[in-house]
């Protein structure tokens, strides 16, 4: 019903009163009525020519939203002539042609994205594009956080949880932390490490049946847990990661104004909550390249350090094989260059894998290039298919990627 709304609804289009201008006068002036493509039009048409599913549609539609209406105020757009009411117009115009371009970026992102990752880019571009309007989001939702208990008619008790954003986050990590062995992740190195993992994965218990264990524990438990009790050997967290230069800006009520995105998963995050969030527990400055690149944190040892996967994981944002969503912390890192053929643990020669990613390119004959500070390449077995070209997922990577100097895109509008 949604995608049937949305195709209707662009068919139709919206009214465009600014087009006329009377002649001489030098001032804008409302001319004929004509109708202008709504700004999801490009999602019906990719929709109905196959270049998406009903499913990326419907993700990049809700994604984005609807953009936000400009309020009359004064003409300042179109000249002391204009009423503010004819500038609000051009302003909404204007907006909705960058939601536009901004559904067509996603569009082209579609062949090579799932769907919920292709539902997380369009909430953060959405988030970039309005950072006022992603505060207020964020407190609508913080607003309607709740917790419900309730017993059936059979006795049983259940509960339901709204989260806000960043709670959502933190149960997820340790969720994540806690059944890694599961679900995939980093190989363990240390026997007794790789002994609890057998012994979890081994577990007679569901899924569903460890992470409610795992939940009444840590409840039990409370501040007095240590992490290894409780969460095996990651201790759960969230890193929110922000472009330094975006830290400077605040609206009128002094609320940052800075669009910030999870480590893990890529989720926007308002920047009333990075603001907070810097006064409790700090900030890890990394400066990068032009090409991403984190600076002055190479080894030449075996293992990428702590800090290298920091680095890397704000780069890559997760798995970069092509249509994975495993998120970073999930990932190995993988050397570009075999270390055993004398390849360097360098930041610009390693890339983000998750674990079953990482097994199939060396067992099956895969391989991963690079050329100086170029793209990742991935390369199939001889014989198999082209080259892929691999791009970050992270929520930054608009910062090191940006668009073509002829202003097409929408992080250039």
């Known amino acids: 019903m949604r995608i049937g709304q949305a195709l209707l609804a662009a068919d139709v289009g919206t009214l465009d009163d600014t087009s006329g201008d009377e002649a001489g006068s030098g001032s804008p002036t409302v001319g004929e009525s004509s109708r202008v493509p709504a700004w999801h039009a490009p999602l019906g048409d990719a929709l109905l020519g196959g270049r998406i599913t009903a499913a990326q549609h419907d993700a990049i539609r809700r994604g984005l939203g609807e953009p936000p209406r400009p309020v009359a105020t004064s003409p300042t757009i179109l000249g002391e002539d204009a009423t503010p009411e004819l500038s609000a117009q051009v302003r909404a115009v204007t907006v909705a042609e960058v939601w536009s371009l901004a559904a067509r970026q996603m569009i082209d992102e579609a062949g090579t994205t799932t769907v919920e990752e292709l539902r997380v880019r369009a909430r953060l571009a959405r988030d970039l594009l309005d950072p006022e309007g992603a505060n207020e989001r964020f407190l609508r939702r913080y607003e309607a956080r709740a917790f419900r208990v309730w017993t059936d008619a059979d006795g049983v008790q259940h509960a339901r949880i709204d989260f806000d954003d ?134 030449e040892q075996r293992l990428f350090t702590s800090r290298q996967r920091i680095a890397l994981a704000a780069r890559d944002g997760g798995c970069l094989w092509p249509m994975c969503d495993r998120p970073a912390s999930s990932c190995e890192l993988h050397h570009c260059d075999h270390y055993a053929e004398g390849g360097r643990t360098d930041t610009d020669r390693g890339i983000m894998l998750c674990r079953h990613h990482h097994m199939a390119m060396h067992h099956h004959g895969w391989r991963i290039t690079r050329q100086a500070n170029g793209a990742f390449v991935l390369h199939p077995p001889p014989g198999r298919a082209e080259p892929i070209e691999l791009h970050s997922r992270s929520g930054s990577r608009w910062a090191w990627d940006p668009p073509p100097r002829s202003g097409t895109g929408w992080r250039a509008a």
């Open 166 to 299: 960043e709670m959502g986050a933190w149960v997820q990590s340790i969720l994540a932390a806690a059944l890694r062995p599961r679900r995939g992740g980093p190989r363990f190195v240390d026997p007794a490490e790789q002994r609890a993992a057998d012994a979890l994965t081994d577990d007679p218990r569901t899924n569903d049946q460890l992470a409610y264990d795992l939940m009444m524990d840590v409840l039990r438990a409370g501040a007095l847990a240590s992490e290894k009790d409780g969460f095996g050997a990651r201790q759960p967290g969230v890193r929110i990661v922000v472009v330094k230069d975006g830290l400077s800006h605040r609206d009128a009520f002094g609320r940052l104004l800075a669009t910030a995105h999870l480590e893990d998963g890529g989720a926007p995050i308002a920047g009333t909550t990075v603001d907070r969030t810097l006064c409790v527990v700090g900030s890890t400055t990394i400066t990068v390249d032009g090409s991403g690149n984190p600076l002055d944190v190479g080894r």
